[in-house]
């Protein structure tokens, strides 16, 4: 790589900055939002295989890099140059078995020293560093990999599995408290916020136990979701392809119809069970 190359994108971007009115406006505060979109384009074209695609996402998302280091300079925070030296510092001496003379016994012990390293720079718990704006799914299954880093994790999976019926169990219970106080008509506002929040929590614990369990098979919870997510369009954009084709609209069809067309995508696209 030509360091001239990454040089000249930091002049333009600059020069953005000082010539282009709506380049001028913005502060890390406004860009925020858009960085973390630019980071899930480029995960939607890692998921779709399209190199060509994931060439230009990760330039829109290098240019973040760049944009928000601009900025910060510009009020004298920090600079680019203090930005690539942090992370120089960090892989050095976050990877003391290729830098130093540690040696590992493989991928897990990296793993492990990785958190331990991050303890001795300071932080106060294992859980520290993950972000509050993760979506919820992945951050609970990065919560469950660091405790289980520090000795707190289950033996077996057929006992994570177990704790998942019981999540489940215990989401019904709850689910039939709250039906049975709509039945006797109890108007009590402060019972029922009550049981609709118990009922919250039972839901929440039992995405908790479904995420550990996903761990424990080696699939992230968040990737998986996506796939199904995406999964999920493909077959519906078929049932109104298909509605479409007649000469009508989904309202003028009914639900064995689309359910008939939905069966008929899987084999059509390909897309299993």
Not at 103 to 116: D, L, M, T
Request: glycine share 6%.
């Amino acid at each position: 790589m030509d360091g001239s190359n990454f040089l000249g994108l930091v002049e333009i971007v600059k020069k953005l900055r000082k010539e282009c009115p709506w380049d001028r406006e913005q502060t890390n505060e406004s860009i925020k939002a858009a960085t973390i979109e630019e980071a899930y384009e480029v995960v939607d074209a890692i998921d779709g295989r399209n190199y060509d695609e994931l060439k230009r996402e990760l330039g829109d998302l290098l240019l973040h890099v760049i944009f928000h280091s601009v900025i910060a300079e510009e009020s004298r925070k920090f600079g680019l140059d203090e930005v690539i030296d942090s992370i120089k510092d960090k892989l050095i001496r976050r990877h003391p078995h290729v830098f130093g003379k540690t040696e590992v016994s493989g991928a897990e012990e990296v793993k492990k020293n990785w958190e331990a390293i991050k303890l001795s720079e300071g932080r106060k718990s294992f859980l520290e560093g993950i972000p509050k704006e993760l979506p919820s799914l992945q951050r609970a299954f990065r919560i469950q990999d660091k405790a289980s880093k520090a000795g707190f994790d289950w033996e077996r999976k057929e006992d994570v599995w177990k704790k998942v019926i019981e999540e489940i169990q215990e989401m019904q219970n709850a689910e039939e408290r709250v039906r049975e106080g709509e039945r006797v008509r109890e108007r009590v506002r402060e019972g029922e916020r009550g049981r609709e929040r118990m009922l919250e929590e039972e839901i929440g614990d039992v995405f908790f136990a479904l995420v550990n369990y996903c761990r424990f098979l080696k699939i992230n919870p968040e990737n998986a979701l996506r796939l199904t997510n995406n999964k999920f369009i493909r077959r519906f954009n078929y049932i109104e392809k298909k509605i479409a084709e007649s000469g009508r609209e989904l309202k003028d069809s009914n639900l064995e119809e689309m359910d008939r067309f939905w069966n008929e995508s899987k084999t059509v696209l390909n897309d299993g069970e």
